[in-house]
Antibody, heavy 122, light 113 residues
């Protein structure tokens, strides 16, 4: 059974940094693209970033480009999101999710974690 | 960026009746080389992560009841729940994964009338 478990969220001041982790199990982690999707309280879903399963190509939403960095450690079956220069509008529940079509980034998301909450406030 | 819109914002349907949700993309998400529409549908119940229902616009994910169906091509898509059940109360999102940044629609809330 595929399981994704996010961690690393919390309260951070504006301008601060956080690193989110997503521990994956029940899958051949290196074979899948992985994404981060966030959801501000009471709002809809916003795609944040994706990393391919093959060559490690990375892509970002304009709202986080230059501030967030997605990475993966296939030896640890773990996905990361390094978040710098955090702003109040980054406050959200952050989900990690698996690409449904293997290593390509261009796919739906078939398994999701429960999310980790990031709150940016002074 | 591809902008996704959904209609209606919300709808209330009687148990056993049909629910129809529309999704429109600002440009085509049909990839001509493989004739696939890069469009998915998700269901999100309160306090839960989203669940993939439909991918490639019309392919039902494993384990999803067959009362859920997706249709459409190019820029116009539809999610149909043929006979609404109580457990289908949720917010439904479409998402394009044709071009980066991948974008979600704003969601459609489905309730029981």
């Amino acid at each position: 059974e595929v399981q994704l478990l996010e961690s690393g969220g919390g309260l951070v001041q504006p301008g601060g940094s956080l690193r989110l982790s997503c521990a994956a199990s029940g899958l051949t982690f290196s074979s899948y693209a992985m994404s981060w999707v966030r959801q501000a309280p009471g709002k809809g879903l916003e795609w944040v970033s994706v990393i391919s399963g093959s060559d490690g190509s990375t892509y970002y939403a304009d709202s986080v480009k230059g501030r967030f960095t997605i990475s993966r450690d296939n030896s640890k079956n773990t996905l990361y999101l390094q978040m710098n220069s955090l702003r109040a509008d980054d406050t959200a529940l952050y989900y990690c999710a698996r690409g449904a079509s293997g290593s390509t980034c261009y796919s739906g998301l078939d398994y999701w974690g429960q999310g980790t909450l990031v709150t940016v406030s002074s | 960026d591809i902008v996704m819109t959904q209609s209606p914002d919300s709808l209330a349907v009687s148990l056993g009746e049909r629910a129809t949700i529309n999704c429109k993309s600002s440009q085509s998400v049909l990839y001509s080389s493989n004739n696939k529409n890069y469009l998915g549908w998700y269901q999100q119940k309160p306090g839960q992560p989203p669940k993939l229902l439909i991918y490639w616009a019309s392919t039902r994910e494993s384990g999803v009841p067959d009362r859920f169906s997706g249709s459409g091509s190019g820029t116009d898509f539809t999610l149909t729940i043929s006979s609404l059940q109580a457990e289908d109360v949720a917010v439904y999102y479409c998402q394009q994964y044709y071009s980066i940044p991948f974008t979600f629609g704003p969601g459609t809330k489905v309730d029981i009338k």
